[in-house]
């Protein structure tokens, strides 16, 4: 896996202060992407060892309120495992803190069965507070939404959805 950048101190990407992970590729390929860079898989560095230790340093600190996944798209097959070693650890070694995702996929295609659906995507969900899932569709752009640029868009909360077996948007 490979990564375009890792941004500290972020809040343009959910809740409070965070740190926010670029990933490298994309198939999805919208129009109007804001980083079509990172739709190429090889875009960036490579994700180490050295990487997650300096993620994990970082969001221990007390001002972060969690991490985000974004890109590129972090839920691509070939992203699958890096992503769920990372949150792994992070949901071990500092359960405290919430993470939000961002995928071009929809939340109902990733569910068992779903055409999204790849030997880690389950185990990720159950790591995920929320997830802002749809693809970007440049004609519903909207600078006026909370943490998404399109109107098709949503700000799904994981946890309850998982539970209750149907989509559970956040109001925010």
């Known amino acids: 896996m490979n990564y375009g950048n890792i941004k500290k101190n972020d809040i343009a990407n ?5 740190i926010s992970l670029f990933v490298s590729g994309c198939t999805n390929k919208c129009k109007g992407c804001f980083q079509p860079e990172t739709w190429d898989p090889a875009y960036g560095e490579e994700f180490t060892q050295e990487t997650e230790e300096e993620i994990l340093a970082e969001l221990g600190k007390p001002w972060y309120q969690g991490i985000t996944l974004l890109g590129g798209e972090p839920l691509e097959p070939y992203n699958q495992e890096g992503i769920a070693r990372l949150l792994r650890r992070i949901k071990k070694e500092l359960p405290a803190k919430d993470v939000w995702l961002y995928t071009g996929n929809l939340f109902e295609d990733m569910l068992p069965g779903g055409f999204r659906c790849y030997s880690h995507t389950q185990e990720l ?3 995920l507070d929320v997830l802002v899932d749809g693809r970007f569709v440049e004609e519903k752009k909207n600078i006026r939404l909370k943490f998404r640029g399109s109107e098709n868009q949503r700000v799904i ?3 309850k959805s998982l539970t209750e077996g149907s989509v559970c948007l956040l109001d925010l």
């Open 125 to 127: 969900l159950s790591y």
């Open 157 to 159: 909360d994981v946890k």
């Open 14 to 18: 959910g809740l409070g202060v965070r």
